[in-house]
C-alpha cells in the first residue's frame, strides 16, 4: 500500500521561512510532486522530484531523499498569499499506470 | 489560453438522482482523471483514462461512471448508488510521461439532500 504523511496545519509570520515535510511508504516510486491550493480553488503545480536533492524555484525549494522516504517544501519570504494549503503527493507504478497518491496537505497560515 | 474548465461550480441535488459534473480541456493531454476531495482526506482517485475509448476505476469508483469519447471530454456521472456524494469533486489531465504534472479544473461543489 501507500502511505502519506505531512502536518496537519503550520502557522508561520510574513517575511519569515516554513518547511512543511512529507514522508511516505510506496512501492515502485517515480516521483514527488507538490501543489499549492486556497480553499476551494484548483490545486496548482509547485515542483516535482525524482532525484535525490533540492529543486529551487524562486521563493520556493523542493527536496527529496528516496532513502528515507522524505521530502520538504520550503518558503521563503513568506507573504501573506501564501497562505494555503499544500499537497504532497507521490507518483508510483501501479499496474503499469503511473499512479499520483495525494497526502491530506498542510494548512498554512501566514500572520502579519 | 489553454486550461481545464469543469463546470458547474455549485451543483445541488435531491437524494436518488444522478447528476453529471463536466469536464472540458484544451491542452491536448491524453490523460484525464477524477478526485474527490474531503475534508481532513487526500485528495481519492475516482476514474482516470489514459487514451479515448478507455478508462479505469480509481481507488473509490463504486457509484460513479464516466465516459470518454472524445479526447478533451472526460465528464463523470455521480449515481444514486453513491452513498456519500456531497463533495468536492476535481478534475485533472496530464501527458502521460512520467514527470508530467496533473493540470487541475477549478471544481464542482456537490450537495445533495
Known amino acids: 500500500g501507500q502511505n502519506i504523511d505531512q502536518p496537519t496545519e503550520m502557522t508561520a509570520t510574513e517575511g519569515a521561512i516554513v518547511q512543511i515535510n512529507c514522508t511516505y511508504q510506496?512501492?515502485?516510486?517515480?516521483?514527488l510532486f507538490w501543489y499549492q491550493q486556497h480553499a476551494g480553488e484548483a490545486p496548482t503545480f509547485l515542483s516535482y522530484?525524482?532525484?535525490?536533492g533540492l529543486e529551487e524555484k524562486g521563493r520556493f525549494s523542493s527536496f527529496l531523499s528516496r532513502s528515507k522516504g522524505y521530502s520538504y517544501l520550503l518558503l521563503k519570504e513568506l507573504q501573506m498569499k501564501d497562505s494555503a494549503s499544500y499537497l504532497c503527493a507521490v507518483r508510483s507504478m501501479n499496474t503499469g499506470f503511473q499512479k499520483l497518491v495525494f497526502g491530506t496537505g498542510t494548512r498554512l497560515l501566514v500572520s502579519p | 489560453d489553454g486550461g481545464i474548465t469543469q463546470s458547474p461550480k455549485y451543483l445541488f441535488r435531491k437524494e436518488g438522482q444522478n447528476v453529471t459534473l463536466s469536464c472540458e480541456q484544451n491542452l491536448n493531454h491524453d490523460a484525464m482523471y477524477w478526485y474527490r476531495q474531503d475534508p481532513g482526506q487526500g485528495l481519492r482517485l475516482i476514474y482516470y483514462s489514459q487514451i479515448v475509448n478507455d478508462f479505469q476505476k480509481g481507488d473509490i469508483a463504486e457509484g460513479y461512471s464516466v465516459s470518454r469519447e472524445k479526447k478533451e471530454s472526460f465528464p463523470l456521472t455521480v449515481t444514486s448508488a453513491q452513498k456519500n456524494p456531497t463533495a468536492f469533486y476535481l478534475c485533472?489531465?496530464?501527458?502521460?510521461?512520467?514527470?508530467?504534472?496533473?493540470?487541475f479544473g477549478n471544481g464542482t461543489r456537490l450537495t445533495v439532500t
Open positions: 522530484n525524482v532525484l535525490d
Open positions: 510506496t512501492s515502485g516510486f517515480n516521483g
Open positions: 485533472a489531465s496530464s501527458r502521460t510521461d512520467h514527470n508530467s504534472p496533473l493540470h
